[in-house]
């Protein structure tokens, strides 16, 4: 158990900071760009929230791996283990919720769908994108709460307090449902939705002709592999977290579950910083600025 603790530890204190400068670097440039413009695209304005969503939710892991002994040991610090669970559990199902609306707004963006529902989002986007926001964020804050209130009067450890057998798993289930599966469901159906209309416009390119295929080709087979990315990435996540679950505490399994619940939010925000064509030019203006003063 000791050295899993050890490995819990490094990793979070390696990767949350990576997290923190990635995800603080989204914040910025999205600040930035509507200090300039005074308004933000819809996309941008999701981006802004879960940036800021990942910083805040890493800082607070961060926290907690510093001061874990400190704070949340021992049943005269339990209700500030329940504050912490209600908060952290609240900014997760934000951050899965604020990509499932970012999955969303590129699908209707780039997909093409004769459904009604569907031409509805491609039209209603921009006047849907804060009440959007500001409703998952009431659903995580309660699905949050939920979960928090599951673990009240427990004074065992965390990997204790986290097994079946001293939590209500039906309040667990239930905040799981509105904070892990809808969202999923949402990137689910969009990430399918998304490659079917890319495989078919390759086609419709094929048919076209042959000589505008080799570097259409590439930027669709491009963003093909990217939404598979996107789906594969937020598939281990919701793996993950019902695995924790449910295999034993600290078996091999578990730790595998635990490192990748702390990479997921470092890992996901790279692979949109890379694939953002604005934050990627901000990002080689910054790689550029440094190494001019660094010479």
Aim: glycine content about 4%; charged content about 15%.
């Amino acid at each position: 158990m000791e050295t899993q603790c050890l490995i819990f530890t490094a990793f979070s204190l390696l990767f949350h900071p990576i997290g923190l400068l990635i995800n603080g670097f989204i914040v910025i440039v999205n600040l930035n760009d509507m200090r300039q413009r005074r308004s933000l695209k819809p996309v941008d304005k999701v981006l802004l929230c879960l940036g800021f969503c990942r910083f805040c939710l890493q800082s607070l892991l961060i926290f907690e791996t510093i001061t874990y002994h400190y704070f949340f040991n021992g049943s005269p610090f339990n209700i500030c283990y329940v504050v912490y669970i209600s908060i952290q559990k609240s900014l997760d199902y934000c951050n899965l919720w604020f990509t499932a609306w970012l999955c969303l707004i590129y699908c209707v963006k780039i997909a093409s769908c004769k459904l009604q529902i569907f031409m509805f989002f491609q039209l209603r986007i921009p006047q849907m994108v804060i009440p959007a926001i500001l409703g998952s964020t009431f659903v995580s804050g309660f699905c949050g709460c939920l979960v928090a209130q599951s673990f009240m009067g427990k004074n065992s450890s965390f990997s204790e307090r986290s097994r079946r057998t001293d939590v209500d798993l039906d309040i667990v289930i239930s905040a799981a449902t509105f904070g892990n599966f809808l969202p999923f469901i949402i990137v689910t159906l969009c990430s399918i939705h998304l490659v079917h209309t890319l495989i078919r416009h390759i086609h419709n390119l094929k048919k076209i002709s042959r000589n505008v295929i080799g570097l259409r080709m590439e930027v669709h087979l491009s963003a093909i592999r990217s939404v598979l990315l996107y789906f594969a990435v937020s598939s281990l996540k919701l793996i993950s977290t019902i695995m924790i679950w449910i295999v034993p505490a600290y078996s091999f399994w578990y730790t595998v579950c635990v490192l990748f619940f702390m990479l997921y939010p470092t890992f996901h925000s790279t692979c949109i910083l890379l694939g953002n064509s604005k934050l990627k030019t901000a990002g080689c203006k910054v790689v550029t600025w440094v190494r001019k003063c660094a010479e």
